[in-house]
T-cell receptor
Framework: KQEVTQIPAALSVPEGENLVLNCSFT??????LQWFRQDPGKGLTSLLL?????REQTSGRLNASLDKSSGRSTLYIAASQPGDSATYLC???????????FGTGTRLQVTL | GAVVSQHPSRVICKSGTSVKIECRSL??????MFWYRQFPKKSLMLMAT?????????EQGVEKDKFLINHASLTLSTLTVTSAHPEDSSFYIC?????????????FGEGSRLTVL
């Protein structure tokens, strides 16, 4: 059974700092990995999708890496802004089970 | 593109009543949609996979008769919480994958907050 863990559970940083969120998964036989953002009481916004054959994906100030063999992914946020405050979720898609398994989430607060 | 809409966004009902939540793909067709449940400060748990024109596939531990899922068209799936009780109060989110997109790339609705009194 796939299990996805995110560390830290919560993080508070001052504006302008670069930061790294971590995601680990137990079954490396994944099809892809996605990072999402969730604002309080809202749905999910897809940030980045990394296929299993890829090492990283970039979008603006965001960079996600994937090390499938070790079961790890990181989300790097450069020059953080208060608007980045949200919960960040990683999720892995396991092709054999055809389902997306979500991590526990990291609650990020960027302060002025 | 790839917009998923849920309705209602919030619903409050009395214990014992049934509540229907709609999930629509606005600009694409979706053979498969997924329903998730999220408890406060917790991650999303897959409840069931909704298949257009056939029965939904439920995850272990999810009561089929409590959570009725109907996927009547390629753009609409509904989740009905029957005889709702306070423990059914939760945030329900649906998602869908547009045909032709990379497998596993899901787009999510805004969620529906159910409160059962």
């Amino acid at each position: 059974k796939q299990e996805v863990t995110q560390i830290p559970a919560a993080l508070s940083v001052p504006e302008g700092e670069n930061l790294v969120l971590n995601c680990s998964f137990t079954d490396s036989a994944i099809y892809n990995l996605q990072w999402f953002r969730q604002d309080p009481g809202k749905g999910l916004t897809s940030l980045l999708l990394i296929q299993s054959s890829q090492r990283e994906q970039t979008s603006g100030r965001l960079n996600a890496s994937l090390d499938k063999s070790s079961g790890r992914s990181t989300l790097y946020i450069a020059a953080s802004q208060p608007g980045d405050s949200a919960t960040y979720l990683c999720a892995v898609y396991t092709g054999t089970a055809s389902k997306l398994t979500f991590g526990t989430g990291t609650r990020l607060q960027v302060t002025l | 593109g790839a917009v998923v809409s849920q309705h209602p966004s919030r619903v409050i009902c009395k214990s014992g009543t049934s509540v229907k939540i709609e999930c629509r793909s606005l600009d694409f067709q979706a053979t498969t949609m997924f329903w998730y449940r999220q408890f406060p400060k917790k991650s999303l748990m897959l409840m069931a996979t909704s298949n257009e024109g056939s029965k939904a596939t439920y995850e272990q531990g999810v009561e089929k008769d409590k959570f009725l899922i109907n996927h009547a068209s390629l753009t609409l799936s509904t989740l009905t919480v029957t005889s709702a009780h306070p423990e059914d109060s939760s945030f329900y989110i649906c998602s869908a994958t547009p045909s032709g997109r990379k497998t596993g790339e899901l787009f999510f609705g805004e969620g529906s907050r159910l409160t059962v009194l």
